[in-house]
T-cell receptor, first 115, second 110 residues
Framework: DTGVSQDPRHKITKRGQNVTFRCDPISEHNRLYWYRQTLGQGPEFLTYFQNEAQLEKSRLLSDRFSAERPKGSFSTLEIQRTEQGDSAMYLC?????????????FGPGTRLTVT | GQNIDQPTEMTATEGAIVQINCTYQTSGFNGLFWYQQHAGEAPTFLSYNVLDGLEEKGRFSSFLSRSKGYSYLLLKELQMKDSASYLCAVSNTNAGKSTFGDGTTLTVKP
């Protein structure tokens, strides 16, 4: 068990550019979540998958954000036409839905800076 | 919608006991989590409560009252390494999706 991994760990981009982040969950976990966290706040839910199906997407998410989990394993989060307000830590988490317990294991995050 | 409230900051002394409270209002409830997050790191799981009562795990205990929409995290025998942000999160009924509070920053002083 190598835990949840995310790539890249840091990304600096110019406003208007597109960025893509990758998350590799714990191998047997069927649920995968994306969160965004800014300084002094808790993680804010963006979207989640059960296997390859995207089951829920935050209403806070604009159309510039899209996520995929094509084979039910790794996931990608793409932000198009980045804005300075997108600067944040993007966290991925995975869980194994079992016995009504949804403990989530978080990856180290990707810190995005939009200049 | 969901609303989670917890104090922004707390300070305690090494070796002491501290209680961090969390109140919530949710449209569905499938359990309450506590996570610890050190500065610059990802959250790590501490506890999960779905039934009323106290769950004890070593130096950490967590309590839940569903009727009151209230939980607390109790940390005993505080150590300097316990200085961190403590996040209360509620899992809603349908998804296991968690809504997080903004965290309580605990500072442990010698």
């Amino acid at each position: 068990d190598t835990g949840v991994s995310q790539d890249p760990r840091h990304k600096i981009t110019k406003r208007g550019q597109n960025v893509t982040f990758r998350c590799d969950p714990i191998s047997e976990h069927n649920r995968l979540y994306w969160y965004r966290q800014t300084l002094g706040q808790g993680p804010e839910f963006l979207t989640y998958f059960q296997n390859e199906a995207q089951l829920e997407k935050s209403r806070l998410l604009s159309d510039r954000f899209s996520a995929e989990r094509p084979k039910g394993s790794f996931s990608t989060l793409e932000i198009q036409r980045t804005e300075q307000g997108d600067s944040a830590m993007y966290l991925c988490a995975s869980s194994l839905a079992r016995d009504s317990s949804y403990e989530q294991y978080f990856g180290p995050g990707t810190r995005l800076t939009v200049t | 919608g969901q609303n989670i409230d917890q104090p922004t900051e707390m300070t305690a002394t090494e070796g002491a006991i501290v209680q961090i409270n969390c109140t919530y209002q949710t449209s569905g409830f499938n359990g309450l989590f506590w996570y610890q997050q050190h500065a610059g790191e990802a959250p790590t799981f501490l506890s999960y409560n779905v039934l009323d009562g106290l769950e004890e795990k070593g130096r950490f205990s967590s309590f839940l009252s569903r009727s009151k929409g209230y939980s607390y995290l109790l940390l005993k025998e505080l150590q300097m390494k316990d200085s961190a942000s403590y996040l209360c999160a509620v899992s809603n009924t349908n998804a296991g999706k968690s809504t997080f509070g903004d965290g309580t920053t605990l500072t442990v002083k010698p």
